[in-house]
């Protein structure tokens, strides 16, 4: 194991052979009817997989309707790709679910599966004040009980356009609050910055979901973000709280991973979820068919670590508090 390093081309490889041997059996357990009982990596896939396309899933309520916004003005941390497997996770739990795509590229619309072309109904037009939010929303083919309002490109020239509104902040706020109830979790992807579509998503959220991708510079500019968080609650929503921080793109081939873990495990506490997503090219592929991976590959680790952290996510919601 030792000298490999992710992104290399030997470790790609590896990588796809673990998957795709793991794969094999899972099918070939699924196919037979038969899933293998003892406790290997691969009777557990092979269980879940099958939890997952049998429906047999479920995941507790929570209290009360909890709106997240999945936030980080770092790119590429897998903001997009936690909302949507979250999300996904959730209602395959048989939780009512919504996802809000506030991200100009719609690549969270894209991966649900819903329409996102120019004149589509979308976020832009319910933030301008133009449709109500139940118009734009949409029902997402891999699950009746989750929704999605998708983003256009359009949405690219919101952050300016907004600039000149009364209210600028709290327009989605007011946009989702007649829709927020019908929902067991709103789940909003934020885009990789923290102007006023962020802040919108902010005002909007009781809570904030951090991804925070296992890598060099990973905790750089956090602080800036914690900061935009406390003004946030301090003059526009004292609700607002750090409630989740999901460790994403975890590489247990390096030593870095695991010291970022422990670094973000150590100040942000409880807030941290036990589940780590690993770096897996089935995570990337899903979206490229317009899937979560939960429904692209449910055996994949992905799929399980996307489903594990979802529980993880449902429980604290369900908890008495
Ligand atoms: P963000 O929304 O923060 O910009 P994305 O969710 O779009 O980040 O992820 C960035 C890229 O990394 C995408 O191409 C995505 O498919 C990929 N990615 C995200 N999570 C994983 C993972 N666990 N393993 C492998 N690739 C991932
Ligand atoms: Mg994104």
Redesign the pocket.
Known sequence: MRGRRKGTLVADAVESAWDVSRETSVDSALEEDELPGTDTPIARAARRALDIRSGAVTMPAPREPRVLC?A?Q???????????NIGVALALGGLRVLGIDL?PQG??SGALGVERTVGTPSIYEVLLGEIDARDAVQICPDAPNLSCIPATLGLAGAEIELVSLVARESRLQKAIADIRADYDYVFI?CP?SLGLLTVNAMVATSEVLI?I?CEYYALEGLGQLLRNIDMVRKHLNPAIDLSTILL???DGRTKLADQVAAEVRSHFKEAVLTTV???????????GFSQSVLTYDPGSR?AM?YLDAAREIADYGAKER
């Not at 770092?74 to 949507?84: C, D, E, P």
């Not at 770096?279 to 979206?287: D, G, I, L, N, T």
């Open positions: 999945v980080n770092k790119g590429g941390v897998g903001k997009t790709t936690t909302a949507v991200e690549n969270a992807d990789p991804p991708q994403t793109m975890y997503i690993p770096r897996s090219v089935k995570v990337s592929e899903a979206p992905g670590s």
